[in-house]
């Protein structure tokens, strides 16, 4: 059997299509299995139509080496599964099963992802659609005596977005739980197709409305590669303070809701309220508690003046205060941290396994970070250290949360000392490089972002593929729920706060 | 439970009126558009071109602008060569009527609060339900910051409550998706009478960037009647209690 020569490119780098080696299937199954045995990590794993068939392309993160290797291979009406060696795989296929029709053979859990309403038509070369019933699938049920099963949602009793969970239980134990998803779909991807336009930009800043600053930096870092434009520094260091406040408002938030969820309400109420001060800031930078508009190609659309880093200085200092006063207070409750500690485990193995990214793997004592790993922008001149807990559970991610709060804080009163000078006028004119492709790693504050861009022979989109965080991990849930109670399912489901969206797409 | 104490006292109390909400706002901070009229050269399109969802287009020498279309991203303002189009600090955006967001030739007429009757029944309370149907979770969480202390929406006798059978209405975030329209009809239906129902977001007004997608049903009133409108992508914390307090009978 030969070997497969990866194509090894750096973060937010483009190279030539035609550099990418396109395998027999047997070589590329054989690679990858040996790719992952030796650390790589799956970022992404889509197909395209080509001809009469797909050609499906992986991207591997090589976290030591810093680089993303990328392999592709062309198949027709099935090809043998991946996910039998490599569980990490599985949604992946399944997504390129429920988008194309292309069968991975031997998969153990062909379920739809997202119940998509259209899908494409490899012989007719169209969109059709196809008609499901959203949540309309065979779920995994255990039978007995005393046997229980709980159905919750779409519909939710909080304020969030719609999935639909079922629960296998026996008395308030969970033996199995089961996520079906899709009700967000609105069908982005296939909208990126061509020139990028205004609609696209807008697209990112919508594909997890939580995510706006994490999605539209990742864009705007693979089309800048694409067109050899490059944000100057004043670009970059105001984005990577926008990401980091992105970060400190979530992570607020959820140490809030996690309180909330236990019943601990002082910091529930003190965070929910931080939560937003942190949105403010970024309303400061560009009006949009969201960052909304802020991002473009090439730069920003608003710049910041003095008096207003002066103001952002200050505002993060006072609320910083009140934060630590607030999250302090977790660790103090010897209530909050039994109901914490006792709840939502996930062992570092399956969290490897599974590939889970970001605060949930990082809380697993799995040392990734793409701010470090794979640096972008203004990470490849300031770091900022990796956080990692090694529990496991919900006080695990919790704590791992406390810990960048305070590392991103420090870091952006440092990058607020030195604003430097520069232009930071966005592209006009964007002139994508013909046949080429571009990698784009950024991450969220959920964890790995990671975008694809595939141009064809005319400088157009040809294929854009979004991977959120919250792909990797919603499996990571399903795991931690395993052999708890069914009462501590908001808190877990917090713990690990996915998005649906961003997922759906 | 002393440590519980003194951090209470150190944070203070932090409920704000709307006043002071109000004064908060950052200068880049994108509410109502004033457009003006007089400054726009005729031939000038930039601002049609540009804007993602087509909310903007000319009557003549007339710039119209649908605010249940609008993004508020900063694009037509900063491509207008004669600064027609300028995002004011006015975060009134809430109407009754779908066309009332439709400005250029008239000013937006806010909203005004339900008939008399429903009024009656509801007293100055309302119980909601949130049901998001294919939004990306802005909306959803400016919705949710309404409960936190600062805005603290248990004071105006508004409430979010878990079950449509307790509730005197539903607010709706997202384009309402293929996926999700059965779940909502359901839930609009499970909601006793007189109900109300409230859109929040350019998405559920219009479909917002997804309009044209297959895969969303285009604005909320094609398939339940609305009775508020609230812009915005996504609106303000303040935008909602405005447009929430208006159609109460709170603010007129």
Known sequence: MGTVQFLKIRNSESASLDAVGNYPIGDFTQSIIGAVKNGRRIS??????????????????????????????????????????????????????????????????????????????????????????????????????????????????????????????????????????????????????GKPNSRTVQYMETVAGDTSIGHTLAYAQAIE???????????????????????????????????NDVGYLPTASYCGRLRGDFLNMTALLCGSRFGRGFIRPGGLMFDVSPDKVKELASRLKRTYKDVSGAVNLLWNTSSVRARFENAGFLTKQDCIDLGIVGVAARACGVEIDIRRDHPFGQYCFSQIPV????????????????????RSVEFIEELLAN???????????????????????????????????????????EHYKIVDSSFHNWSGLELAMKNQQISDFPLCNKSFNLSYCGYDL | MIKVLIERIRQGKRTASIEKIKAGLPDVFRGYPEIDQSKCDARCKLCVEVCPTKA?????????????KCLFCPECEQVCPTSCIHFTKDYRLATSKREDLLIGKKEIELAKDINEKTRKIFGHSLRLRQVSAGGCNACEADVNVL??????????????????????????????????????????????????????????????LFAHHNEVHRGLDNIIPVDLYIPGCPPHPITILDGLLRLIGRIK
């Not at chain 1, 009700?183 to 197709?193: S, T």
């Open chain 1, 44 to 193: 992404s794993f889509f197909g395209v139509p080509e001809g009469e068939g797909l050609r499906l392309y992986i991207a591997l993160a090589n976290d030591k080496e810093s680089v993303i290797e990328i392999a592709s291979t062309f198949v027709k009406d099935s090809f043998p599964s991946l996910t039998v060696h490599i569980p990490s795989a599985h949604l992946f296929e399944r997504e390129i099963y429920e988008q194309f029709g292309v069968l991975p053979e031997g998969h153990p859990w062909l379920k739809p992802v997202r119940f998509q309403n259209k899908i494409y038509d490899l012989k007719r070369h169209t969109l059709v659609n196809n008609p499901v019933e959203c949540g309309e699938m065979n779920y995994f049920s255990v039978d007995g005596d005393e046997i229980h099963e709980v159905a919750v949602g779409p519909v939710h009793a909080g304020i969030i977005e719609p999935g639909h969970f079922r629960f296998q239980c026996f008395g308030e134990l969970v033996l199995n739980l089961e996520i079906s998803l899709g009700y967000q779909h609105r069908g982005i991807e296939w909208r990126l197709k």
């Open chain 1, 419 to 461: 604003i430097p000078e520069g232009n930071v006028k966005p592209a006009t004119n964007l002139n994508l490089k013909k046949n080429s492709i571009a990698v784009s790693l950024v991450e969220g504050w959920r964890g790995e972002i990671c975008h694809v861009v595939l141009t064809d022979t005319h400088g157009g989109i």
């Open chain 2, 56 to 68: 903007i287009w000319k009557e003549g020498n007339t710039i119209r602008l649908d605010l249940g």
């Open chain 2, 147 to 208: 409960g936190t202390l600062v805005f603290d929406l248990g004071r105006f006798g508004i409430q979010f409550v878990a079950s449509p059978r307790h509730s005197d209405g539903i607010l709706v975030t997202g384009p309402v998706t293929q996926n999700m329209k059965l779940a909502l009809e359901k839930t609009y239906k499970a909601v006793p009478e007189p109900k109300i129902v409230i859109a929040v977001g350019s998405c559920p007004i219009s479909g917002g």
């Open chain 1, 225 to 259: 590669s694409l067109s050899n434009i490059n944000g100057c520094s004043k670009t970059q260091t105001l984005r990577a303070i926008a990401l980091e406040l992105e970060r400190l408002a979530n992570h607020t938030g959820d140490l809030g809701a996690l309180a």
């Open chain 1, 387 to 406: 956080s990692t807990h090694q529990s496991g559970n919900v006080f695990s991610r919790a704590y791992v949360r406390w810990l960048e709060i305070q």
